[in-house]
């Protein structure tokens, strides 16, 4: 056997079957029959359908609690060690590993001590956090306007 001979199965690979392209037995309504849902592009009822009464997930009763706060990438500060120079703002934080996601704002949290003066660019803070940062000597700045911890510092 050659490369050049080789060949699939037979009955193995067949053509699709182009409708609705002029006469041939797949013209005109190509297959479909006449009008009606089932007869236009994208026709179906999705999977879930159940003949128009309400679907199984209406009918259940919900149970639990649905969040719908705002979710933080969190920092401890623990974790500012691992951070190299004296100024840490989203982008060290994210050249560090310690940000991933960039659409969620980043929350500084107190896990942990924080061993040297620094200066922490954050979105939000919780007030333990901030007494830590500036024990050591540093201060955290919160960027983003409206947020709880910035409200909580400005009161307190």
């Avoid at 182009?18 to 179906?44: F, I, W, Y």
């Amino acid at each position: 056997m050659k490369l050049h001979e080789l060949t699939p199965a037979p009955g193995s690979r067949k053509n699709r079957k182009r409708v609705g392209r002029g006469p041939g037995g797949t013209d005109k309504t190509a297959g479909r029959g006449h009008k009606g849902q089932k007869s236009r592009s994208g026709a179906g009822k999705g999977q879930f359908f159940e003949g128009g009464r309400s679907t199984l997930i209406s009918r259940l009763p919900k149970r639990g609690f649905n969040n719908v706060g705002t979710t933080y990438e969190v920092v401890n500060l623990s974790q500012l060690a691992a951070v190299e120079g004296d100024t840490l703002d989203r982008a060290a934080l994210e050249l560090a590993g310690l940000v991933r996601r960039k659409n969620r704002p980043v929350k500084l949290l107190a896990r942990g001590e924080v061993t040297r003066a620094v200066t922490v660019h954050v979105d939000a803070a919780s007030q333990a956090a901030i007494q830590a940062v500036e024990a050591a000597g540093g201060r955290v700045v919160i960027t983003a306007a409206g947020t709880d911890a910035e409200q909580t510092e400005q009161a307190g």
